[in-house]
């Protein structure tokens, strides 16, 4: 497995985009929450998280996830996936969680002017 990469975008002048790659794991998790609080002190309306690059989800990543997801509901903040490889997003289906995020295929199709 390589290294864990977070990878911050600014697609619109409201939405902060962060593509996650390699495993988001035990050993990562932490410093993703991290990661995520310094961003989420920019307070974007929308926070859009890209899974496709995460190659291992263990609980303690999905923690994590359902952290932010938590933290975006209190700030009254849009949180939105980008659907992660089948293992991943098999890991959100085991644990009863794929319906509790809004998850988008393509993160193209979200940030469309509508």
């Known amino acids: 497995m390589k290294a864990f990469e977070l990878t911050v975008q600014h697609?619109?002048?409201d939405t902060?985009?962060?593509?996650?790659?390699?495993?988001?794991?035990?050993?990562?998790?932490?410093?993703?929450?991290d990661a995520m609080r310094r961003i989420e002190r920019d307070a974007p309306g929308r926070l859009m998280i890209d899974l496709r690059?995460?190659?291992?989800?263990?609980t303690t990543g999905l923690a994590r996830l359902l952290a932010v997801r938590r933290r975006c509901r209190r700030?009254?903040?849009?949180?939105?996936?980008?659907?992660?490889?089948?293992?991943?997003?098999?890991?959100?289906?085991l644990a009863a969680l794929d319906d509790q995020f809004e998850t988008v295929g393509d993160p193209t199709d979200e940030l469309a002017p509508r």
């Open 11 to 13: 697609p619109d002048f």
């Open 16 to 33: 902060v985009q962060v593509a996650l790659q390699g495993p988001l794991d035990l050993a990562r998790a932490y410093d993703f929450d």
């Open 53 to 58: 690059g995460v190659e291992f989800l263990d």
């Open 75 to 93: 700030a009254g903040r849009r949180l939105v996936l980008v659907r992660g490889p089948r293992a991943v997003q098999r890991i959100f289906s």
